[in-house]
């Protein structure tokens, strides 16, 4: 038995490349190159974005994104969401027709929310005692204040008018 003959030839002529495998090359680069546009568009847009986020939140983007700072934007953003839905126009209409319905007996000196109870306390002066409880008593009809009640009232001997500082708690109404 012999052994097959072997043919080594180190210096052949190359095969041609076949259209299809010319066309596909094509493809493949044509496919690269917009890959690589569409790349560049969107870092361009997502680094546009961050500076907007930035300029907004009044610090460097890249800061917010480890998890101490994400969770105090989540909460910086979850009081903001409360700021909006604390029914202002409504509660400042219904205190400025109590005040003028008192015949500007009554002054409104202050007016502090307590966000996480939905409650309000709302300090005034009046002239006389049953001016302070008439108007808490015209709060009491309000639409945006839930049981509005006297706390404290003091008549203020210093002053030779000798007004009476009085102060009212109640809650407001959701939704409204």
Not at 98 to 108: E, G, P, R
Not at 129 to 147: D, G, H, I, N, W
Request: a negative charge; proline letters at 5%.
């Amino acid at each position: 038995m012999s052994a097959p003959v072997m043919r080594l030839d180190f210096a052949s002529t190359r095969k041609r490349v076949g259209s299809g495998a010319m066309a596909l090359l094509a493809t493949g680069v044509v496919s690269l190159a917009l890959t690589l546009a569409m790349y560049q568009r969107y870092s361009g847009q997502a680094e546009g974005l961050e500076l907007r986020l930035a300029a907004l939140s009044g610090g460097p983007a890249e800061a917010q994104e480890s998890g101490d700072e994400a969770g105090k934007a989540m909460a910086d953003a979850a009081a903001a969401i409360e700021e909006l839905a604390t029914p202002w126009s409504k509660l400042l209409v219904d205190l400025e027709a109590a005040a003028a319905d008192s015949d500007k007996t009554v002054a409104l000196l202050a007016i502090e929310p307590d966000r996480e109870s939905h409650k309000v306390q709302i300090m005034a002066e009046s002239r006389t005692l049953p001016a302070a409880v008439a108007f808490t008593e015209r709060l009491q009809k309000s639409e945006a204040l839930v049981y509005p009640l006297m706390d404290s009232h003091e008549i203020q001997d210093k002053d030779p008018y000798r007004p009476v500082r009085f102060q009212i708690t109640a809650s407001w109404r959701l939704g409204t």
